[in-house]
């Protein structure tokens, strides 16, 4: 149920969407706030084939069906990082981040997918960067998974094989044997909901295996109970000697009532918890949500079958779930409405749209950008950040992915600017007004890089990247200047007197 007090916080959030006189806050960050920039490895390493490295997922799309990347490229150089790895920290330096969010190559440290052989090589590359970050002053954020499969294991079916628990637990103990005496915050996977639901769902993703409403629900039991076991390993044997913090990070859009109708918000709050809460949920609460549980039950039943589509965890696995986060990473670019509409019709095959039974959208009236799905609405990320506080025991929350796309390639990216001012802004209204613990920000990207399915022909880079020259030369954008500027003075304007502390 929602009270009438948030009722009311939620209107009044709703409505300055349509109000233009939002004032920036001029309120310094606190000073142990943490700012910092990510990568991932497929997106910016290169050395594909080198030093024993075997082939990803990524690796083997790219090179057998170029023609599913916009511009038929691929990650076989990137930004050539695996070479220029102290040239990136210089950079980051320069930048004065405090700390680097990077992913871990699974095919470059287990190159057959398993622990009974470990490439030295590989290894030694994550070691030597994480040695050049930390003596410069750069704490390592490390992803372990960040969509880079190796191929081996995509063979075995990947994800959806049951035994990809085990797998994924023991290649998460070999890295937090291998770097945890100086890697002190762990992120298990990255967006898993885009490894299932592109993947399993509506197939925009590797594998390519279209399965709305069931192996995508597959997917992430097993994504989650992976992420589980990870946890609980670190736990038992490393925790104790390592110190550090581990989470996973999971990606939202914040979904707003469409209107102050009932119908709306309750379809807002359907919608956050089939996004979010089927992954957050497990994590944070030690099951799914109970409005999924139920209308998926209901609907397969309907469908006829004898079990739900979404599986069950038995409670040895609730346990184990249940808190295994030691603080909230949220990836968050964009937003949308949600309305109401009639519940669909049982029908098969099945799919998530209709156990959801909400219509969700993006106004046009919202600010575009160069990729569709991406929106400009910086005021709404107050309503996502304070659902997560209000559902998940108010954790602490680094928003471990947030950025904005161009495909100019200019060194004047004014709505980068823009969009991180604005982002920051109401993060830091979010921390003031509303109580919630944001405690990092972290920028997509340093610099432009591998961006998927779009190849190089979108840009999220604080710096440019000469992608035609075989230095893959980087240069900062203006957001680069800004950006260097509020990690410095932890303030959102560039004229220090108009800092409030
Ligand atoms: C992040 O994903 C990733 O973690 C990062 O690797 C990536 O480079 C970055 O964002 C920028 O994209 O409407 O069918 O086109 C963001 C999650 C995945 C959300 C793709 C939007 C669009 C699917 N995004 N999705 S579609």
Not at 130 to 139: K, M, S, V, Y
Not at 219 to 237: G, P
Not at 387 to 411: M, S
Request: glycine letters at 6%; proline letters at 4%.
């Amino acid at each position: 149920m929602i009270s009438i007090f948030k009722f009311f916080v939620l209107v009044a959030i709703f409505n300055k969407s349509l109000a233009d006189d939002y004032l920036l806050n001029k309120k310094r960050f606190p000073a142990d706030f943490m700012f910092g920039v990510a990568t991932s490895a497929y997106q910016i390493e290169g050395a594909w084939n080198e030093d024993g490295k075997s082939m990803s997922t990524w690796d083997n799309l790219t090179q057998t069906d170029p023609e599913t990347i916009l511009d038929g490229s691929n990650g076989n150089i990137a930004c050539d990082s695996y070479h220029k790895y102290k040239e990136d920290v210089a950079m980051l330096k320069e930048l004065g981040v405090d700390h680097y969010r990077f992913s871990l190559s699974w095919s470059r440290i287990l190159p057959n997918g398993f622990p009974d052989q470990i490439n030295q090589p590989g290894a030694n590359y994550y070691k030597n960067l994480i040695r050049e970050l930390r003596a410069n002053g750069i704490e390592p954020m490390v992803t372990i998974f960040h969509w880079d499969l190796p191929l081996a294991l995509q063979e075995l079916n990947g994800v959806l094989n049951e035994s990809f628990i085990d797998w994924y637990a023991d290649y998460a103990a070999v890295c937090f044997e291998l770097f945890g005496d100086d890697v002190k915050l762990w992120t298990t996977f990255n967006e898993p909901k885009q490894t299932c639901t592109g993947g399993y769902g509506y197939a925009y993703f590797i594998p390519y295996i279209h399965s709305e409403g069931l192996l995508e629900y597959q997917c992430a039991h097993n994504v989650l109970r992976a992420h589980a076991k990870a946890y609980r390993i670190y736990d038992e044997r490393f925790r104790a000697s390592q110190g550090g913090k581990v989470s996973i990070v999971l990606d939202a859009y914040s979904y707003l009532p469409a209107s102050d109708s009932a119908a709306d918000i309750t379809a807002a709050e359907t919608r956050m918890q089939f996004d979010l809460g089927w992954y957050a949920n497990p994590i944070f609460n030690g099951d799914y949500p109970e409005i999924m549980k139920s209308r998926i039950a209901n609907r397969s039943k309907g469908e006829g079958r004898d079990v739900s589509r979404l599986p069950e965890f038995t409670d040895e696995e609730k346990i184990a779930l249940n808190g295994s986060a030691d603080f909230f990473g949220l990836n968050v670019y964009t937003a949308a409405l949600v309305a109401a509409m009639d519940d669909p019709p049982i029908s098969n095959p099945p799919s998530k749209y209709q156990d959801m039974g909400v219509n969700d959208y993006q106004p046009s009236d919202w600010e575009t950008t160069s990729l569709d799905w991406l929106k400009v609405a910086p005021w709404t990320i107050r309503h996502l950040l304070n659902w997560i506080n209000d559902h998940y025991h108010q954790p602490d929350i680094i928003v471990t992915e947030n950025g904005v796309c161009d495909n100019t390639g200019t060194f004047q990216d004014t709505q980068r600017v823009s969009y991180i001012q604005r982002y920051l802004s109401n993060i830091r209204d979010t921390m003031e007004q509303d109580g919630v613990n944001v405690i990092g920000y972290i920028v997509w990207s340093i610099m432009d890089n591998f961006e998927w399915a779009q190849g190089y022909t979108q840009r999220f880079g604080l710096h440019h990247v000469d992608f035609d020259s075989p230095n893959r030369t980087r240069t900062p954008k203006q957001s680069a200047q800004y950006y260097k500027n509020v990690c410095e003075t932890k303030c959102l304007v560039d004229d220090d007197f108009e800092c409030i502390d």
